[in-house]
Nanobody, 124 residues
């Protein structure tokens, strides 16, 4: 499976923006679905957004209208643009990729490749 490396996390005030990036080692990003998950301290990892080949996007309700997922297959990268950030968006954000069927895009267990995570902290 492909190795993924996230970058772009940091500390931002509420209302601010961050852009996370995910790079695939080896220069290939052939998985049909790329997704972002996050995990806050003491909580389970949760789905944030996914992008399926063909341009179909999926978001958790709390980030709709604020986050945008994208991918560039030629550059073997994926991104998560996060605007109007809230303190409850704080957590470690993980990039994931896999050949996932539509009904499973929100389940972390179905993704074969993961990054190491990048910390996002939103202060009040």
């Amino acid at each position: 499976q492909v190795q993924l490396v996230e970058s772009g996390g940091g500390l931002v005030q509420a209302g601010g923006s961050l852009r996370l990036s995910c790079a695939a080692s080896g220069g290939t990003f052939s998985a049909n679905v790329v997704a972002w998950f996050r995990q806050a301290p003491g909580k389970e990892r949760e789905f944030v957004a996914a992008l399926r080949r063909g341009g179909f996007t999926y978001y958790r309700d709390s980030v709709k209208g604020r986050f945008t997922i994208s991918r560039d297959n030629a550059k073997a990268t994926a991104s998560l643009q996060m605007d109007s950030l809230k303190p409850e968006d704080t957590g470690v954000y993980f990039c994931a990729a896999g050949n996932v069927i539509l009904s499973e895009v929100r389940r972390s267990q179905t993704y074969a490749s993961w990054g190491q995570g990048t910390q996002v902290t939103v202060s009040p």
